[in-house]
C-alpha cells in the first residue's frame, strides 16, 4: 500500500510539473499577463535616437503589454551610462535595452543576466557584444543598424554626376562610425571619386573641422554618427555657408537639413527592437535569438535644401522619392 502511494505521489508531481512548465504556443505572451519592468537606456537626444526610442515605446503600447518603462537618457555622458546600467540591475529590470553602441556596451558591462535587446548598432561583432549574429550566445540580441552606403553613394553620384570630391566626417571614438566611413569611402574612390577624411573627437570640434573640410570638398557623406548627429544644425550652417550639399545615412539628417538620402527608418529599427523584446519577454530564449537586419529604404530628399543651395535634383529622383521634405516636414 505504501508502494502504491508513493507511486502515485510521483505520478501526481511529474503530472503537475509539465502542466505548470508547458505553454501552449497558440496562447502566445501569457507571460505577460503580469506587469514587467523594462530599463531603456539612450546614450544622447538627437532625432534619430529619439525615433528610434519612440518606435519601441508604440511597440509596447500597441501590443497592449503590461510593461513599466523607466527610460534613461546619458546625455553623451559615459559615467552617467554606467551608473544608469547598474541602476536597472539594482531595480531587477527584467529586461533592459540599449540606444546606440555605448548603450549596450555599458549594459552588457553590468550583467550578464538580464537580457539586453541592441537597437542601433551597426557591428555588435565588432563592437565586442557577440561573436555570431545567428546565435548570439549570450544575454544580447536585437536589431542592427547596417548602413547602405553603396546605395548612398550611388545616389550622390546621380544627383551630382560631375562630382569629383567627396568628404567624410566621423568621429574617431566611435567604432561603428569609423568602420561604415572607411567602407564608405572604398566604394566612392572605386567608383573614382577623391574622398577626404575629417575626424572629431566630440560635437564641440565639429564647427572647425567641418569649416575646413567645406574648403576642399563639393559634397559630404556623414554616417550614423552619434556626436555629428547630437550636432547636425552645426555643421548644416558650416555647409550652407559654404555651398556644400550634405548627404546623411538617416532620413532624419534630410529633414534637418541634409539634402537626399537612401536610409533605414530609424523608427523601424525601434519598432523591430521592441517586438524582439516582447518575445524575449515572453519566454524566447535570446542566446539563440538571430539578430535582425532591416532591409528596406527610403528614398528621401529635401527640395527646399536644393533650393538653398542652387542645386536642381533629377526629375526622376524626385518622382521616385518615398518621401520629400518642404518646409522642413514631410
Excluded at 548612398?152 to 554626376?161: A, V
Aim: with cysteine; hydrophobic share 40%.
Amino acid at each position: 500500500m505504501k508502494k502504491l502511494l508513493a507511486t502515485i505521489a510521483v505520478l501526481i508531481a511529474i503530472v503537475s510539473y509539465y502542466t505548470v512548465s508547458y505553454q501552449d504556443p497558440e496562447q502566445g505572451q501569457a507571460s505577460l499577463d503580469q506587469e514587467v519592468s523594462v530599463g531603456i537606456l539612450q546614450l544622447v537626444s538627437h532625432p534619430s535616437l529619439d525615433e528610434i526610442q519612440q518606435g519601441i515605446q508604440d511597440s509596447f503600447e500597441e501590443d497592449g503589454s503590461q510593461v513599466e518603462i523607466d527610460l534613461q537618457n546619458a546625455q553623451g555622458d559615459q559615467n552617467n551610462l554606467n551608473t544608469m546600467s547598474q541602476r536597472f540591475v539594482y531595480q531587477e529590470a527584467d529586461l533592459m535595452i540599449g540606444i546606440a553602441t555605448p548603450a549596450v556596451q555599458a549594459l552588457a558591462n553590468a550583467s550578464s543576466d538580464i537580457p539586453i535587446i541592441m537597437a542601433g548598432v551597426t557591428d555588435p561583432i565588432e563592437a565586442g557584444l557577440m561573436k555570431d549574429l545567428n546565435q548570439p550566445g549570450r544575454n544580447i540580441s536585437g536589431v542592427r543598424d547596417l548602413t547602405p552606403y553603396q546605395d548612398q553613394i550611388d545616389l550622390i553620384q546621380t544627383i551630382l554626376p560631375d562630382l569629383s570630391s567627396l568628404g567624410i566626417i566621423y568621429s574617431s571614438g566611435e567604432v561603428n562610425s569609423a568602420k561604415q566611413s572607411q567602407a564608405a569611402k572604398d566604394y566612392a574612390q572605386s567608383l573614382g571619386m577623391e574622398v577626404k577624411e575629417a575626424t572629431i573627437s566630440s560635437p564641440n570640434d565639429l564647427i572647425q573641422v567641418a569649416a575646413q573640410l567645406c574648403q576642399e570638398v563639393e559634397a559630404i557623406w556623414v554616417g550614423t554618427d552619434n556626436n555629428i548627429a547630437s550636432a547636425f544644425p552645426s555643421l548644416v550652417e558650416v555647409a550652407n555657408d559654404n555651398q556644400v550639399p550634405i548627404f546623411p545615412a538617416v532620413y532624419e539628417m534630410v529633414a534637418s537639413g541634409g539634402l537626399a538620402t537612401r536610409g533605414l527608418s530609424q523608427y523601424q529599427i525601434g519598432r523591430l527592437s521592441g517586438q524582439m523584446a516582447l518575445e524575449v519577454l515572453a519566454g524566447a530564449d535570446i542566446a539563440n535569438l538571430p539578430v535582425q537586419d532591416p532591409t528596406e529604404t527610403e528614398l528621401v530628399v529635401n527640395p527646399d535644401q536644393a533650393d538653398r543651395l542652387g542645386l536642381t535634383i533629377p526629375s526622376e529622383i524626385l518622382e521616385e522619392a518615398d518621401i520629400l521634405i518642404e518646409g522642413g516636414q514631410e
